[in-house]
């Protein structure tokens, strides 16, 4: 059998990385994390001031400081705070004058810290890193416990904040895979929709061109031959284009349920599913700036789609709450403002996946238009969607 030095190199590596790497990246904490985090540097930085043997006022000092900035270390560096803190118990016996009670070199302030500290290298490190933490935090206590039959009971104790941490980072990883999964399907769906939808505005055009390119010699019989062949070629040119866009509408609309045969609403529809969203009980207040009637068919009907997906988390987020909607259109620009005055902090558990999908779909919307979307809560509170839309 074959063996090669890739395992030992990889090993080597990983040790170098845990005795002189630099400790990062590092997977960016909550508050909940930091509060915690600060709770356990302040414990065990008071433990580590009265430990259970006696020790000089000026060696406590500086093992409870020394133990709080390990911890505090933790929500950057979690290498760094390791070797603080193993270095601190490799002085343990300089800073306490004997080792802790039963042998043990970990004194209580010093394990309460390794849990903070070992649990943020094994979330932000691989496994053969944690390896050889694993292993020189072993044997650093194997050089100073007093009973060596106690090792065991350390050993296990140093493994499972590191494959706490370890878990923790692979299931955060498998969350967030699964999110960029679930945020790269709805905008993928959600732009075959707006293909779809853009396909029968744009196939109406392209007939109605083929209408009038094959009517014309009928209308015009005083056409000179030229003419004609122009014309026809016209007609043959527009018929391809609309046999090409039914192909690729039927690749979009493979593998789903059912197809959409109702007429594509447009902005004119606007009012209509303003009163609808009023008559099921919604404070909603509407606003016309302009006259949409002459916007292009595209336009106006990613207009009512997104002033009906703004309705919708409005509803579903803030229930309750009065609801305006702005439409102005001016000279070559749309602007849409859909807003409430009273959202909840957040999103409920059962609906937020929706409200992302939601805005995911209004600046998809947007940006095939060529416009500007924006998002975000109001300083007087509540939610704002604002979306603008050239027309030039």
């Given at each position: 059998m074959k063996i090669t030095s890739a395992p030992f190199v990889a090993a080597g590596r990983a040790l170098g990385e845990a005795v002189a790497g630099g400790g990062g990246p590092v997977v960016a904490p909550g508050r909940t994390h930091q509060a915690l985090t600060g709770l356990a540097a302040l414990v065990a930085g008071v433990l580590a001031f009265f430990p259970a043997d006696r020790a000089t006022e000026g060696a406590r000092v500086l093992a409870a400081a020394l133990t709080l900035f390990a911890v505090g270390l933790t929500l950057v560096r979690p290498l760094w705070s390791w070797r603080v803190l193993i270095v601190l118990v490799g002085c343990a016996d300089q800073l306490y004058g004997i080792h802790a009670r039963f042998g043990w070199p970990w004194t209580e302030g010093f394990a309460l810290a390794a849990i903070p500290v070992f649990a943020a290298v094994g979330r932000n490190h691989r496994p053969g890193v944690l390896a050889w933490v694993w292993l020189i935090s072993t044997g650093v206590s194997a050089l100073l416990a007093n009973v060596r039959g106690e090792l065991v009971v350390i050993s296990v104790l140093l493994a499972v904040p590191l494959a706490f941490g370890w878990l923790v980072s692979r299931l955060r990883g498998a969350e967030r895979d699964l999110e960029a999964e679930s945020t790269r399907r709805a905008v993928l769906e959600e732009r075959a929709r707006i293909a779809r939808e853009l396909h029968d505005v744009v196939a109406h055009h392209m007939s109605v061109l083929a209408m009038r390119a094959d009517s014309a010699r009928y209308r015009f019989p005083s056409l000179d031959d030229g003419l004609r062949e122009e014309f026809q070629s016209i007609q043959d040119t527009a018929r391809?284009?609309?046999?090409?866009?039914?192909?690729?509408?039927?690749?979009?609309?493979?593998?789903?349920?059912?197809?959409?045969?109702?007429?594509?609403?447009?902005?004119?529809?606007?009012?209509?599913?303003?009163?609808?969203?009023?008559?099921?009980?919604?404070?909603?207040?509407?606003?016309?700036?302009?006259?949409?009637?002459?916007?292009?068919?595209?336009?106006?009907?990613?207009?009512?789609?997104?002033?009906?997906?703004?309705?919708?988390?409005?509803?579903?987020?803030?229930?309750?709450?009065?609801?305006?909607?702005?439409?102005?259109?001016?000279?070559?620009?749309?602007?849409?403002?859909?807003?409430?005055?009273?959202?909840?902090?957040?999103?409920?558990?059962?609906?937020?996946?929706?409200?992302?999908?939601?805005?995911?779909?209004?600046?998809?919307?947007?940006?095939?238009?060529?416009?500007?979307?924006?998002?975000?809560?109001?300083?007087?509170?509540?939610?704002?969607?604002?979306?603008?839309?050239?027309?030039?």
């Amino acid at each position: 059998m074959k063996i090669t030095s890739a395992p030992f190199v990889a090993a080597g590596r990983a040790l170098g990385e845990a005795v002189a790497g630099g400790g990062g990246p590092v997977v960016a904490p909550g508050r909940t994390h930091q509060a915690l985090t600060g709770l356990a540097a302040l414990v065990a930085g008071v433990l580590a001031f009265f430990p259970a043997d006696r020790a000089t006022e000026g060696a406590r000092v500086l093992a409870a400081a020394l133990t709080l900035f390990a911890v505090g270390l933790t929500l950057v560096r979690p290498l760094w705070s390791w070797r603080v803190l193993i270095v601190l118990v490799g002085c343990a016996d300089q800073l306490y004058g004997i080792h802790a009670r039963f042998g043990w070199p970990w004194t209580e302030g010093f394990a309460l810290a390794a849990i903070p500290v070992f649990a943020a290298v094994g979330r932000n490190h691989r496994p053969g890193v944690l390896a050889w933490v694993w292993l020189i935090s072993t044997g650093v206590s194997a050089l100073l416990a007093n009973v060596r039959g106690e090792l065991v009971v350390i050993s296990v104790l140093l493994a499972v904040p590191l494959a706490f941490g370890w878990l923790v980072s692979r299931l955060r990883g498998a969350e967030r895979d699964l999110e960029a999964e679930s945020t790269r399907r709805a905008v993928l769906e959600e732009r075959a929709r707006i293909a779809r939808e853009l396909h029968d505005v744009v196939a109406h055009h392209m007939s109605v061109l083929a209408m009038r390119a094959d009517s014309a010699r009928y209308r015009f019989p005083s056409l000179d031959d030229g003419l004609r062949e122009e014309f026809q070629s016209i007609q043959d040119t527009a018929r391809n284009g609309m046999t090409e866009m039914r192909r690729l509408l039927g690749l979009l609309r493979a593998g789903q349920a059912g197809q959409e045969t109702e007429p594509q609403p447009g902005a004119e529809q606007i009012e209509q599913l303003v009163e609808r969203v009023r008559a099921a009980g919604t404070d909603v207040r509407f606003e016309l700036r302009g006259d949409y009637r002459g916007l292009p068919e595209g336009v106006g009907l990613s207009a009512y789609r997104i002033v009906q997906e703004g309705l919708s988390n409005a509803v579903r987020h803030a229930p309750g709450a009065p609801v305006e909607v702005f439409v102005h259109v001016g000279p070559g620009e749309l602007r849409l403002v859909v807003q409430d005055t009273g959202a909840v902090a957040r999103a409920p558990e059962d609906t937020a996946g929706r409200a992302k999908h939601g805005l995911l779909g209004m600046r998809e919307r947007a940006a095939a238009l060529g416009g500007t979307f924006s998002a975000e809560r109001r300083d007087g509170g509540g939610f704002a969607v604002v979306v603008t839309v050239p027309l030039d």
